[in-house]
């Protein structure tokens, strides 16, 4: 049973309150292979290792079935709004 | 041949790379060479020239009526050699200059030298010279060596006799000489990945565990990748090890696939660290990220900053 991308973001949406979330499988259909882009609040004032550890925990039930998670941004909401407009 | 050479006070080194130049010119005749100071091994230097660098033309001193540029001593002196621009581009570098072996002093754009080294293929070391510190490098000084005289030994003396010469002129030996400076003199080679046991065999009186920590803490930057620094086995660590290549950071490699040397690394260093994958980076103790991480902090300039502290 592969992981979809809805999971993904499901999971994402539950424990990290995003205000931006995009996912994009990057399996072709298996659910192995994901990108990950994700702003939140509750990444104020993290290093970017421990950020990526609470995308990785929020993930903890599924990513025993997906093969790579790749995450492209953790930003916080003020350091997303420039890039946004751009 | 020998016994003559024998007479004009030769050595048998000297015979060999001397005997080819007068087979060549039968009618000029080899002479003992006035020996640098610094230098009891003579030294064959061909002088530069950038406009006959194709045909690479081998001229003993003896034949020195052809060029004006011939060196009249053994060694090729650094005020003799001419002075040559460093184009832009290593593609041209290596086009302009020789790949034999020889001494060779880089000036800068207010016509400093900056650095004098050796090397066997010339061109490439100015190629890195020119790439890694381009503010520093504006043009060259070469002296070839003969081909076949190219140990070391004749090296450094030819490198001692241009730094000697240097320092009774100016007094001063150039910045790039001096010590810890290691810009200039960056190995070229890669450095070998580390390996926390010496094999399987050997059983550890040390858990693991400490093995990475005494690792990580005595090493400025480790990366744990897949694979070996020069052959990566997985597009994420390639990645990683490019870009830490290329910020030149001096950083330590360990291969967690190795399973002979580093056996049981992947699961104790995932425990270890709290991180699931590999790569893995350390920096002074501490594990700054993987692949993900490592990429976005080299595009914001975040990494630079890090390694600069």
New interface residues.
């Given amino acids: 049973m592969g992981v979809t991308k809805e999971d993904v973001e499901d999971a994402l949406n539950d424990s990290l309150k995003p205000s931006h979330l995009e996912v994009i499988d990057t399996s072709g259909g298996c659910g192995a292979s994901f990108d990950v882009e994700i702003v939140s609040e509750n990444f104020e004032g993290k290093r970017l290792l421990e950020r990526h550890r609470l995308v990785n925990a929020a993930l903890s039930a599924q990513m025993p079935h997906i093969h790579a998670l790749s995450i492209k941004k953790v930003l916080t909401p003020s350091q997303w709004k420039p890039l946004e407009k751009a | 041949m020998a016994s003559a050479v024998q007479l004009m006070g030769f050595n048998s080194s000297h015979l060999r790379c001397h005997y080819s130049s007068f087979r060549r010119h039968p009618k000029t005749i080899p002479h003992p060479l006035a020996l640098s100071s610094s230098s009891h091994e003579a030294t064959y230097l061909r002088c530069f020239l950038p406009s006959t660098r194709r045909r690479r033309k081998v001229i003993g001193r003896s034949v020195s009526f052809r060029s004006p540029f011939l060196p009249t001593t053994a060694v090729l002196k650094l005020d003799e050699a001419k002075l040559v621009s460093i184009p832009s581009g290593s593609d041209r570098v290596e086009d302009r200059f020789p790949h034999g072996a020889g001494v060779y002093g880089v000036y800068d754009k207010a016509g400093e030298l900056q650095f004098i080294g050796i090397s066997r293929n010339v061109a490439a070391s100015i190629a890195a010279h020119s790439k890694a510190l381009p503010d520093l490098c504006c043009s060259v000084k070469v002296g070839l060596l003969e081909g076949d005289n190219s140990d070391k030994t004749v090296l450094t003396d030819a490198w001692k006799s241009w730094l000697e010469e240097h320092i009774t002129l100016t007094g001063k030996i150039p910045p790039g000489n001096q010590n810890g400076n290691s810009p200039w003199v960056r190995r070229p080679q890669r450095k070998p990945d580390l390996r926390l046991t010496p094999g399987r065999h050997v059983q550890l009186t040390v858990p693991l565990e400490e093995l990475i920590d005494l690792l990580v803490k005595e090493n400025e930057v480790v990366a744990f990748i897949k694979g070996s620094r020069s052959a990566p086995q997985c597009g994420f660590s390639q990645r990683v090890v490019g870009i830490l290549e290329s910020l030149r950071v001096d950083f330590e490699c360990v291969d967690v696939l190795d399973e002979e040397h580093n056996f049981g690394l992947r699961e104790t260093l995932k425990r270890y660290s ?3 994958t590999f790569p893995q980076v350390f920096v002074r103790g501490e ?4 692949c ?2 490592i990429s ?2 080299a595009e914001k300039g975040e990494l630079v900053a890090l390694f600069r502290k």
């Avoid at chain 2, 594990?287 to 993987?290: D, E, F, Q, T, V």
């Fill in positions: 709290n991180w699931p594990l700054i990220g993987g993900d991480i976005s902090m």
